[in-house]
């Protein structure tokens, strides 16, 4: 499980690179948010999922959404410790989606990256990680 947690931190800071490097766009992105339902407990056994939901705005530029999910893609068929189920959403949709999903129980287990406005937002509900 310890390999499937690093695994996953390598596809975020791989991300966080991937979108620094994306040129500037030329007209903004839009996206349609994707509706979740909770992940089924009773499911099949196999890989633990990873749910994460990706707010994006404009920064990324047209296509990266799809390169964001091909990376994803990649790691999963690399590998069978984890399957990560990426869910890109309009940044401020983003915002609402977690709002309700705070509000129900059903958080993803990822949410971001977000820059200090975003993570501001909701201050209190991020899960402390320090050792």
């Not at 596809?11 to 690179?17: E, I, S, T």
Request: charged share 20%.
């Amino acid at each position: 499980m310890e390999r499937g947690k690093v695994l996953v931190a390598c596809l975020v800071v791989g991300l966080l690179v991937l979108v620094a490097c994306v040129p500037a766009p030329t007209a903004s992105l839009t996206l349609a948010p994707t509706a979740t339902a909770p992940l089924d407990p009773t499911a099949t056994p196999g890989p633990p999922l990873v749910r994460w939901v990706l707010p994006i705005g404009t920064g990324p530029g047209p296509g990266a959404d799809q390169v964001l999910m091909d990376l994803v893609d990649g790691l999963n068929e690399s590998q069978d410790e984890v399957h990560v189920i990426l869910e890109i959403v309009p940044i401020l949709v983003g915002y609402d989606e977690l709002r309700a999903e705070l509000a129900v129980g059903n958080l993803p287990d990822l949410f971001g990256p977000v820059g200090r406005r975003g993570a501001n937002a909701f201050r209190d509900e991020w899960l402390d990680i320090e050792p």
